[in-house]
């Protein structure tokens, strides 16, 4: 059983800055990517980052460019968020998630092709 553990969400104000970490716990597994994924009340899940760790690519949401960086530790499969210049808008409840397969990048993007999810940290960001 591999599991995932989110840390680090809060209240902020707007403006402000967090960081969230995730870290994989259980049955050893590898993972070829890790991503973020959050969803706020009445909403979709929606894409936020990804890192593949073969290339050390990270993919993000177009309206997370700039503001959010992902990075992360392959050998202890562990991803972080860093977040700035937070806005109400971002006010949601953020997953990790890990995939075990390869897929195409443009993969990562959708939650459907991650196998391990987190239970989600909720981010709070005041006006």
């Known amino acids: 059983q591999v599991q995932l553990v989110e840390s680090g969400g809060g209240l902020v104000q707007a403006g402000g800055s967090l960081r969230l970490s995730c870290a994989a716990s259980?049955?050893?597994?590898?993972?070829?990517?890790m991503g973020w994924f959050r969803q706020a009340p009445g909403k979709e899940r929606e894409f936020v980052a990804a890192?593949?760790?073969?290339?050390?690519?990270?993919y993000y949401a177009d309206s997370m460019k700039g503001r959010f960086t992902i990075s992360g530790d392959n050998a202890k499969n562990t991803v972080y968020l860093q977040m700035n210049s937070l806005k109400p808008e971002d006010t949601a409840v953020y997953y990790c998630a890990a995939t075990s397969a390869y897929f195409p990048a443009s993969f990562y993007y959708s939650s459907n092709y991650y196998d391990y999810w987190g239970q989600g940290t909720q981010v709070t960001v005041s006006s």
């Open positions: 259980g049955r050893t597994f590898s993972s070829y990517a």
């Open positions: 890192i593949r760790w073969s290339s050390g690519n990270t």
